[in-house]
């Protein structure tokens, strides 16, 4: 029996949701510490304690690790390393499978602890379930082929037997935000293990015990001890701490942390993937269904409270059906249903913390100060919770103001008017970021071909957002401003390993034979070169 289920057992407590907004109740203190204790920090060391948004009140006291927790992490992981990675991608696998059933299994356990500490609605709390369910038995299924060794034409084709073969990077560092707390800090952990490597996640102050909800489960799947370790603390100092010390770092997290990161690890010739911020633009071309992309526009723009990467903050409709859309698009905002519940009751949650709450709203006032008129929304709502913003819709939004082109990573959309598909390219297209997109038309290859011309990592057509980051099979990340490199798919594995090429010449070293004249060689050579061309060998 496991630490957890023994503390299960103990308190008799099955998972049951608070209530109100206070703590859920099945989170015991005993349960609290057995998550703690996955944690490399001193027993005197200092704490962090987050905010819970429902109430404003304190979350509990998580102990902050240093630097040298941090050196200390990595120098246990490195030792863990090479058995894990010794085993068949197929029993490393197993555990991943594991892991997946217990989290099927459990999941009202870390919805409640996503809702307690970050404030989203439940339902965007089991979407972070369902993606990491995904991208468990994805990987756990095709990380051997993603990972299978390429066989290449050697230099001396016939003579020569090439294998370019994949090497894990040994310890990975992941840094994630508080956003998607349990995806993007287990969905990029899942590959790298598969992969053979150690993992050290950092945790974001504000959602630590959900992160380490996750490793406690791991470790119940069966994920020995040091192969995946978690570090907390204040960001700057454990972030680049983790990236001081490990073999490769997997950010996401805002553009400007991104650079700092990108910049610390390029002094120390490390790779990197960086995912980063968006400004993501939806287009409504005049032949859409106005009724299927106002409802698109509305889940994909208030989705997560509108904190998603990914989601929607710039719509731009066709004149010829911009008022059409621009009524539909207000019903379906006015029928999203605020509230904070540790049920389904919700559409839409509270924002994540009075700083995200300060943001929002001082976006909107810039804009509305600088003469952009407010259709729906536009002010928050303390009488439902202390960091809850109206979903938000605005129009006569210009580029003087803050919100045309930064993020605002709140409920709030800029309505657009464009006069033809050309126009609606220009507005997508403005701006330094690059994540992701939408088209709504019923013309698909009409949407196709405007979409490959937008630029962002991944454009969804009749859908806002779910319908790319959904398909784990297909890589995501973001152009421009937006990052660098995938998750997902084969790049979101292969970036966690080293190509190595193994060359072997079944003829003795490749060069002149013992004693043959270096001229009659290069003219040997010559020849060859030409009847390959004539022959159209490569
Ligand atoms: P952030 O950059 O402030 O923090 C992200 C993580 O980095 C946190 O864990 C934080 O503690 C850590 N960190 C902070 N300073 C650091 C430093 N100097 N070195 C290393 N790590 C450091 O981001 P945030 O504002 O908390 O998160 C929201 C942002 O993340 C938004 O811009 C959002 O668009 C972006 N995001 C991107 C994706 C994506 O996949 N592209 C997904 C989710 C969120």
Not at 492 to 507: C, V
Request: charged share 20%.
């Amino acid at each position: 029996m496991t630490a957890l289920q023994e503390t299960q057992q103990e308190t008799g407590q099955e998972t049951q949701q608070a209530a109100s907004g206070l703590r859920p109740t099945w989170v015991s203190d005993a349960r609290i510490a057995s998550w703690l204790r996955w944690l490399p920090a001193a027993d005197d060391a200092a704490t962090l304690t987050a905010t819970a948004p429902y109430d404003a009140r304190p979350t509990v006291p998580v102990p902050c690790c240093t630097p040298e927790d941090v050196a200390g992490a990595v120098t246990a992981a490195r030792a863990a390393q090479p058995a894990w990675a010794d085993l068949s991608v197929a029993a490393r696998a197993e555990v991943v499978l594991r892991f997946h059933d217990l989290l099927v299994e459990r999941q009202d356990e870390v919805m409640d602890l996503i809702q307690w500490e970050m404030g989203k609605a439940r339902f965007h709390a089991w979407q972070e379930v369902l993606q990491v369910a995904n991208i468990a038995r994805h990987y756990a299924k095709q990380a051997a082929s993603y990972l299978a060794d390429h066989k290449v034409r050697g230099a001396v084709p016939g003579l020569t037997r090439v294998r370019e073969v994949r090497v894990p990077r040994g310890v990975v560092g992941i840094i994630s935000p508080w956003n998607y707390p349990f995806y993007l800090g287990v969905g990029d952990a899942i590959p790298a293990l598969l992969a053979g490597n150690a993992v050290l996640g950092k945790a974001d102050p504000q959602t630590p015990l959900t992160l380490l909800w996750a490793r406690a489960l791991m470790a119940e799947a069966g994920l020995p001890e040091h192969v995946w370790s978690i570090v907390a603390g204040p960001g700057a100092e454990i972030g680049e701490a983790l990236v001081d010390h490990v073999d490769y770092v997997a950010f996401t997290g805002s553009t400007a942390t991104g650079r700092i990161v990108a910049q610390r690890a390029a002094g120390r010739l490390i790779g990197a993937s960086l995912e980063l911020g968006g400004k993501n633009p939806l287009i409504v071309r005049a032949d859409a269904d106005l009724e299927v992309a106002a409802r698109g526009t509305a889940l994909a723009a208030f989705a997560n409270t509108g904190q998603m990467c990914i989601h929607i903050e710039r719509v731009i409709a066709h004149t010829d059906v911009y008022d059409d859309f621009r009524e539909a698009l207000l019903a379906a905002t006015s029928s999203q249903k605020v509230a904070q519940t540790f049920d389904f009751g919700a559409d839409v949650g509270s924002l994540a913390s009075q700083a995200q709450l300060d943001k929002v709203g001082a976006h909107v006032a810039d804009a509305v100060a600088k003469g952009a008129t407010v259709l729906a929304g536009g002010r928050a709502l303390p009488e439902i919770g202390p960091y809850v913003y109206a979903p938000t819709v605005l129009e006569d939004v210009n580029e003087e103001m803050d919100l045309c082109l930064g993020e605002t990573f709140g409920p709030v959309i800029a309505l657009y008017r464009a006069t033809d598909d050309e126009d609606a390219l220009r507005i997508a297209n403005q701006g330094t970021a690059g994540l992701s997109a939408s088209v709504f038309s019923k013309d698909l290859k009409g949407a196709d071909a405007l979409a490959r011309r937008i630029r962002a990592g991944s454009v969804n057509i009749n859908d806002g957002a779910a319908v790319a980051a959904g398909s784990v099979e297909a890589g995501m990340g973001g152009m421009g401003d937006s990052g660098l490199g995938r998750r997902h798919g084969g790049e979101g594995i292969r970036k966690f390993t080293e190509s190595q090429t193994i060359a072997a010449s079944l003829i003795g070293p490749v060069g002149p034979p013992p004693g043959q004249a270096l001229e009659k060689f290069v003219a040997m050579g010559n020849k060859q070169l030409a009847l390959l061309r004539k022959l159209r060998v490569r």
